[in-house]
């Protein structure tokens, strides 16, 4: 689970960088509901059932992760919360990838633990 760890830790670096570079805080409420929910939609959809189970197809992956993404915009426009910028649609992208990978790189780590127990 190291790898994770230090994807996890390194993948906070951009985040940081994109903040600075599109003055935009990541740390602010709005961009923490934002990015856990682009992060965990990547972490498993993506992630999980995509890569590593390979239980979707590619199209309904598409509509899927664009079903929740809409669902997150339409409760923000009646919230009156402005997130349709183009700085904040990269962020979200990024974060989504970012989630993504960690939950293939999760998965595939702990398939390993186990193939590694179950030969013990």
């Not at 951009?14 to 003055?23: D, Q, R």
């Not at 961009?31 to 999980?48: P, S």
């Not at 509509?63 to 923000?76: H, N, R, T």
Request: aromatic letters at 16%.
């Amino acid at each position: 689970m190291k790898i994770v760890a230090v994807i996890m830790v390194l993948g906070l670096i951009p985040v940081y960088f994109m903040g600075a570079a599109f003055k935009i805080e990541p740390l602010s409420t709005e961009l923490l509901i934002h990015g856990a929910i682009r992060f965990f939609t990547g972490f498993v959809i993506i992630g999980i059932v995509f890569f590593y189970e390979h239980k979707i197809k590619f199209k309904s992956l598409v509509y899927l992760v664009l079903a929740m993404i809409l669902a997150d915009d339409i409760s923000d426009y009646f919230r009156n919360v402005d997130s349709f910028k183009f700085e904040i649609f990269l962020y979200s992208l990024y974060v989504l990838l970012w989630g993504s990978l960690v939950g293939y790189l999760s998965m595939r780590e702990m398939k390993k633990k186990i193939d590694a127990m179950s030969k013990e």
